[in-house]
Every structure is written in C-alpha cells, then in structure tokens.
T-cell receptor, first 115, second 115 residues
C-alpha cells in the first residue's frame, strides 16, 4: 500500500564494497530523488531523475551514482563505500510541479553503516 | 552557504498551546514554494503544508497555517492547539521553479509537546 518503498531498510557494508540502495514508487510520478540525512544538515540532495533513463546530479553527488531504469524504480549506487557515507538515505517521488503542488513523497529511509 | 535556515534547533510546548516555528530562506527567484514537512520519530517524512510565492494569502491546512513574510524571505509554521502527537522534527524546504522544483531543506526544529 505504501507508495514509496525502499530496500534494504538497514545495511551494514564494508569500506571499499559496493552498495546498491533501491527505491520503488507507485505514485506514477516522473521525478524521483535521493537524499541523505545527517545530524546538523537536514536532508541533502544526492541525485535526482526526471524520468526513466535520466539522472541528474544534486548538491552532493560525489561518491554516488544513480540509475533510473523505469518510471517506478530509482537506485543509488555506492561503488566504493566509505565510512563518511554512513547515513540515513531517503528516496522521494514527486510530480513536475507544473499544475501540481510539487510536493515530494518520501520512502521510509535506509540506514546505511559503512565499517 | 545555508539557503534555508531554521535557527531554532529545538522547541517545546504544552498541550493546547499555539506553537510557532521559524524559517528563513535565500532566493532571487520570483516563482518558488516553501514546503513544511514533519519527520516522525520513526523517520517517516510527512508533508504538512506549502506556500507559493505568488500568493499573498497565508495558507492553512487543518491545525497548520503559515505566516509568510515574502519581503523578509521568512515563513513561520503555526500549529494551533498543539498535542503530544505533534512532537517530531519540522523541516521547511525551498522549491524553486528554475531549479526544477528540487527541495532544499533547512536543518529542522525538534519539537516536544508535553502532555
């Protein structure tokens, strides 16, 4: 029933390993976003997408890649995970903002720990 | 530079009191929106209310309303008749048309409403 789901919900990874965080939305929204949340920083945008096949860099893209293979799915990839990437990651979907509010709907978050 | 500022890291209230949470932002755009989200203790992000820049009327939604001072680039969220269930962290976020309506978040205000 949840419109934006994320998997896994918790992940422990080793430094230098590859991590893939997955997001699925059933809102039929064109736009999808990946944020990370750290104490004292609020939510910061990593990558976003305007539709299948498109990815754009957000405010803090270094060390991350993104993939949008379909309208519903948006992945965040850490090719070489580092301890500084330990954080809570949120996926969100939203409409284009034109004619709509432009609000975003968030997934439940993924807690990633890189040891 | 922080573009969205929430100077109150914490706040408290007694049951039934009105609560005001402040936010200021920086933009040179004419078309933008300010969103308010609440993060529950579970981590879930819930959309509360938004204010479009072109609307001089303060928006209201249930017990939530905003005080929009466009010339000062500030906006306050007002929660009337606060309840313990309103406890959580409140984020304001700036959304600009020129930036594709991406959200730039403040660092949040953690509110505790005492029963």
């Amino acid at each position: 029933e949840a419109a934006v789901t994320q998997s896994p919900r918790n992940k422990v990874a080793v430094t230098g390993g590859k991590v893939t965080l997955s997001c699925n939305q059933t809102n039929n929204h064109n736009n999808m976003y990946w944020y990370r949340q750290d104490t004292g920083h609020g939510l910061r945008l990593i990558h976003y997408s305007y539709g299948a096949g498109s990815t754009e860099k957000g405010d803090i893209p270094d060390g991350y890649k993104a993939s949008r293979p379909s309208q519903e799915n948006f992945s965040l990839i850490l090719e070489l995970a580092t301890p500084s990437q330990t954080s809570v990651y949120f996926c969100a979907s939203g409409d284009r903002g034109l004619g709509g509010l432009g609000e975003q709907y968030f997934g439940p978050g993924t807690r990633l720990t890189v040891l | 530079a922080q573009r969205v500022t929430q100077v109150q890291p914490t706040g408290s209230s007694q049951w039934g009191e009105e609560v005001t949470l402040d936010c200021s932002y920086e933009t040179s755009e004419y078309f933008y929106r300010i969103f308010w989200y609440r993060q529950l203790f579970s981590g879930e992000m819930v959309f509360l209310i938004y204010q479009p820049s072109f609307d001089t009327q303060n928006q209201r939604s249930g017990r939530y309303s905003v005080v929009f001072q466009k010339s000062f680039k500030s906006i306050s969220l007002v929660i009337s008749a606060s309840q313990p269930e309103d406890s959580g962290t409140y984020f304001c976020a700036l959304s600009e048309l020129i930036m594709g309506y991406k959200l730039t978040f403040g660092t949040g205000t953690s509110l505790l409403v005492d029963p």
